[in-house]
């Protein structure tokens, strides 16, 4: 079994900042690419930030110049930089990662619970 767990999720105004983290846990014997993604109500999910394990990222181009996404291999976990938030930004985040486990011959998604960030004065 593995669990993605989220946080910092949360309200901020228009132009602030937050920071959402996700973790990795159980038995996990590799973990391959990392990443968030985002659905608002009434849209499909979509791609926000992708990370390797080599550390090479993605974005997308909404977010660019304004998201960053990093990973601490050591710790099984992905971050979510969000600088100048804008309206269009609110959504549910959800964490993602291809895993393998221990004992298993190929890797596996896995999705977090989701948190919400919501942008507003």
């Known amino acids: 079994q593995v669990q993605l767990v989220e946080s910092g999720g949360g309200l901020v105004q228009p132009g602030g900042s937050l920071t959402l983290s996700c973790a990795a846990s159980?038995?996990?014997?590799?973990?391959?690419?990392m990443g968030w993604y985002r659905q608002a109500p009434g849209n499909e999910r979509e791609l926000v930030a992708t990370i390797t394990s080599g550390g090479i990222t993605h974005s997308a181009d909404s977010v660019k110049g304004r998201f960053s996404i990093s990973r601490d291999n050591a710790k099984n976990t992905v971050y979510l930089q969000m600088n100048s938030l804008v309206p269009e930004d609110p959504a549910v985040y959800y964490c993602?990662?291809?895993?393998?486990?221990?004992?298993?011959?190929?890797?596996?998604?896995?999705w977090g619970q989701g948190t919400q960030v919501t942008v507003s004065p």
């Open positions: 993602y990662a291809n895993i393998l486990e221990r004992r298993r011959i190929r890797p596996s998604d896995y």
């Open positions: 159980g038995n996990i014997f590799s973990i391959f690419a």
